[in-house]
C-alpha cells in the first residue's frame, strides 16, 4: 500500500523560509511525477509544483515561480519543497502527491496523496 507522509511544516514569519518534505513508501516510483499541492480555509486545492522522476523537469505555479524549488531524491523515494521569501498568502495545508508518467503534473490527475502539513506564514 502506497503511503505518502509529508514532514516539515510549521510557523514562520513573512519574508522566512521553510523546507518541507514528503516520504512515499509501499511502491515502486520509477517513472513518476512527484507535486504539491495546497488548500487554503476557505479555498480550493491548487497546484504548487511537480517534477519529473529523473528531476530534469519542473513545473511551479506563477505565485511561487522564483521563490519554491522542488527536488527529489529517488534513492530516499523523498521529494522536498524549498520555500523562501514566503507571504502570508502562503498559508495553507500542504500535500504532496504521486502521479504515473501519463498524468498532466500541472492539474488533480494525482494516484495518491499525502495526509499534509500546515504551514502558517505569520505578518
Known amino acids: 500500500q502506497v503511503q505518502l507522509v509529508e514532514s516539515g511544516g510549521g510557523l514562520v514569519q513573512a519574508g522566512g523560509s521553510l523546507r518541507v518534505s514528503c516520504a512515499a513508501s509501499?511502491?515502486?516510483?520509477?517513472?513518476?511525477?512527484m507535486g504539491w499541492f495546497r488548500q487554503a480555509p476557505g479555498k480550493e486545492r491548487e497546484f504548487v509544483a511537480a517534477i519529473s522522476w529523473s528531476g530534469k523537469t519542473t513545473y511551479y505555479a506563477d505565485s511561487v515561480k522564483g521563490r519554491f524549488a522542488i527536488s527529489r531524491d529517488n534513492a530516499k523515494n523523498t521529494v522536498y519543497l524549498q520555500m523562501n521569501s514566503l507571504k502570508p498568502e502562503d498559508t495553507a495545508v500542504y500535500y504532496c502527491a504521486i502521479a504515473g508518467a501519463l498524468a498532466r503534473p500541472t492539474t488533480n490527475e494525482y494516484d495518491y496523496w499525502g495526509q499534509g502539513t500546515q504551514v502558517t506564514v505569520s505578518s
Open positions: 509501499g511502491g515502486t516510483f520509477s517513472n513518476y511525477y
